[in-house]
């Protein structure tokens, strides 16, 4: 169960944001993307991720709290979107995603396709072990 502490502003509870929680987030961005690959269109060539719309996601599947919710919850979704911009960051440094499966192993190429008001919105390519991947022209 997650850790709580009390708000200043009111008499309601927001859970604590732990760095073992925050660990997660890649597994959050790995469920997005094969999401995404699994049922995007056959000629897409990029999956585009916000660091913000995996934070909103990141936060709604471990703590049930909704993007809606997000005045309430300042602090859990500011610590949460900071971190994401962190992770996407690292990733856009790297140029690529991987991670092996029971399955298969994934490599996904990492360009920038746009940074909006702090909202960073990468693609994501799939691409082979050896990535040979260039930025898609869709």
Request: net charge positive; hydrophobic share 40%.
């Amino acid at each position: 169960m997650s850790t709580l502490e009390r708000n200043n502003e009111s008499t309601f509870l927001e859970p604590r944001v732990t760095e073992s929680a925050l660990a997660t987030l890649p597994d959050c961005l790995r469920r997005v993307l094969l999401e995404a690959r699994k049922d995007g269109l056959p000629g897409r060539k990029s999956i585009l991720v916000s660091s913000n719309a995996l934070a909103n996601r990141f936060v709604y599947e471990r703590w049930g709290i909704r993007p809606s919710q997000r005045r309430r919850f300042r602090t859990l979704f500011a610590t949460t979107r900071k971190q994401c911009r962190a992770l996407f960051q690292y990733l856009l440094a790297r140029g690529r995603f991987q991670w092996d499966s029971a399955r298969e192993g994934h490599v996904f190429g990492v360009f920038k396709f746009d940074e909006i008001r702090g909202n960073l919105i990468l693609g994501f390519v799939r691409g082979s072990s050896s990535l040979d991947w260039t930025v898609p022209s869709d």
